[in-house]
């Protein structure tokens, strides 16, 4: 086990320990144990935090990031306790404006050239946590169609209303990639399992960061790390999403997961580079109610490291220890976008 790991575990933060030990192997019983002590965690406190006596929370379901369809992923990122019936009113919240008649009336005036260029990421977001949270839906099968429906010849999907534009986009491919195989794995879909196939393949191609035209890196964002990435897109969270799929020992993975390892800091952990979100008390679009810990080039990002430890040992490369990884860079990493 990484000596990075045993820290992570011995953290008094229960959402940290939590997913540490499970990334660990642990016993069915100690993970049992953490998991249920996940509610005490400071973020899981801040994200449940502001409801209403009927359960609600006083925003707009996609208020960024605080809208109750973002606390939801990310209560279910944090591998929350399924089955908690408190959570009703927030899916409520987040599928009656999903699915609300004034949504479903923008997909004509957002079909192009006979492509929909809906944002399939938020149904696939939340078709994810819905089932990862134990909250089944009736609703989560109409999800599952309109993303389907919404599929671009070729696989993936695209919200760019351009009409020149003819190729699926990483931001919103990869959610609907996270939804439907977490559909199919539950639901036996044999629809949701072959467009999470094609999805993957767009990732895949591309080695989950370079133009397929000539190879040069598609955007520098693309290959930083950070927590949350929200509809984001970079390669930790792209390996991430193809682990739960299935895909991650497709040798095309291999030049993103040498770069992840090329980032490990000396103290064995993770940083993270950049960030989505603004942590304030402040009204603004993009802020957090929780604090991720920030950035740094030098300072391990314990969220972030959760993360690469965990695809790093599904991959087959977990480090025993600091000196026993970072690997060396690509060396074509430079290369402008």
């Not at 133009?211 to 509809?231: D, E």
């Amino acid at each position: 086990m990484p000596d990075t790991l045993r820290t992570l575990i011995a953290l008094p933060n229960p959402a940290i320990a939590y997913r540490a030990a499970e990334i660990s192997g642990a016993g069915a019983k100690e993970l049992a144990r953490r998991r249920a002590a996940l509610p005490h965690a400071p973020e899981v406190q801040a994200l449940l935090a502001g409801r209403g006596t009927d359960g609600r929370m006083p925003y707009n379901a996609y208020d960024k990031w605080y809208g109750p369809h973002w606390r939801l992923a990310l209560l279910a990122d944090l591998g929350y306790p399924p089955g908690d019936e408190s959570l009703r009113p927030m899916v409520e919240q987040a599928l009656g404006w999903m699915l609300s008649d004034e949504r479903m009336a923008y997909i004509p005036k957002r079909t192009v050239n006979g492509r929909i260029r809906m944002h399939p990421s938020i149904e696939g977001n939340a078709l994810w946590y819905l089932h990862q949270l134990g909250l089944p839906d009736g609703r989560m099968a109409e999800l599952a169609r309109l993303i389907l429906s919404w599929e671009w010849p070729g696989g993936g999907w695209n919200c760019d209303m351009n009409p020149r534009t003819v190729v699926a986009s990483f931001t919103e491919t990869l959610l609907p990639l996270r939804g439907l195989a977490a559909h199919a794995h539950y639901t036996g879909d044999r629809q949701a399992v072959a467009a999470a196939g094609r999805a993957a393949e767009v990732f895949l191609s591309r080695r989950l960061f370079r133009r397929l035209s000539n190879g040069r890196v598609i955007h520098n964002k693309f290959v930083q790390l950070h927590y949350p990435l929200y509809w984001h897109y970079d390669i930790l969270f792209a390996l991430k999403v193809l682990s739960e799929a299935g895909f991650l020992n497709d040798p095309r993975c291999a030049e993103a997961l040498d770069l992840l390892e090329s980032k490990r800091l000396p103290d064995g952990g993770w940083p993270a580079e950049a960030t989505y979100y603004q942590y304030t008390e402040k009204k603004v679009s993009g802020r957090s109610p929780v604090d991720w810990g920030g950035t740094s080039r030098k300072r391990m990002n314990p969220w972030v490291t959760l993360d690469a430890l965990a695809v790093l040992k599904a991959a087959g490369r977990e480090p025993r220890n600091a000196t026993e990884s970072n690997s060396t860079a690509p060396e074509t990493m430079n290369t402008p976008i």
